[in-house]
């Protein structure tokens, strides 16, 4: 359901089962071709989970360019809105990988698909694979393109399979880390305070 309100998008999650949506966010910055963007959206059809997508026309694409293919939205109807982290119906975040998404989804103990686009997100997703708390979609060596096959299996590996548990295990653990918000203001404010003290010393 394309245009839907935030009303819409609460109603939709609250009719869920807990921890069994994906929700899908790939920043404001990476951008997929339309290519990829449809395989994608086909790799979320494969996958048969309910999912959440927030889906942005990247920029410079032609507005009478669509942006998902012909009847998608009407095959998914009821399974996938096309438009929340801290919903208890959120069991997964597909994600491009930027540091703070990351944060983000570990926060509130999401395993992670992993769909790095550029910069710093393919090493911070390798990274979050090795920790174990998510899996990267598999792609074409040579031109990085990836298919809807990839994006239904690493989906399903982190839901429903066995495999993913201690996945979903690990980022609940994780997520006493990262969702400890008064941590990470210490922290902050000793940084801040030691740039402080660097600096009157060099004065």
């Not at 686009?117 to 598999?138: L, T």
């Not at 400890?180 to 402080?196: A, M, P, S, T, Y």
């Amino acid at each position: 359901m394309a245009h839907t309100t935030r009303t819409d998008i609460f109603r939709w999650l609250d009719e869920r089962t807990p921890r069994s949506v994906v929700y899908v966010s790939l920043g404001s910055e990476a951008t997929l071709s339309s290519g990829l963007v449809h395989e994608l959206a086909l790799g979320l059809e494969l996958s048969g989970l309910p999912f959440l997508w927030a889906l942005r026309r990247p920029a410079g694409m032609p507005k009478e360019v669509k942006l998902l293919l012909e009847g998608f939205e009407n095959r998914i109807a009821g399974n996938g809105l096309v438009t929340i982290l801290a919903h208890e119906s959120v069991g997964a975040f597909l994600t491009h990988g930027g540091w703070g998404s990351l944060i983000e989804g570990l926060g509130f103990g999401h395993p992670l698909v992993l769909l790095p686009v550029f910069g710093d997100q393919p090493v911070n997703a390798r990274v979050m694979v090795e920790k174990g708390v998510g899996v990267e979609v598999e792609r074409d060596e040579e031109d990085g393109s990836f298919k809807r096959d990839a994006v239904a299996k690493a989906l399903r590996l982190v839901m429903v399979e066995e495999a993913g548990k201690k996945m979903r295990n690990k980022a609940d653990e994780l997520k006493l880390i990262f969702g400890d918000k008064e941590c990470h203001e210490r922290h902050i404010d000793e940084f801040v305070r030691c740039l402080r003290d660097h600096k009157e010393e060099k004065n």
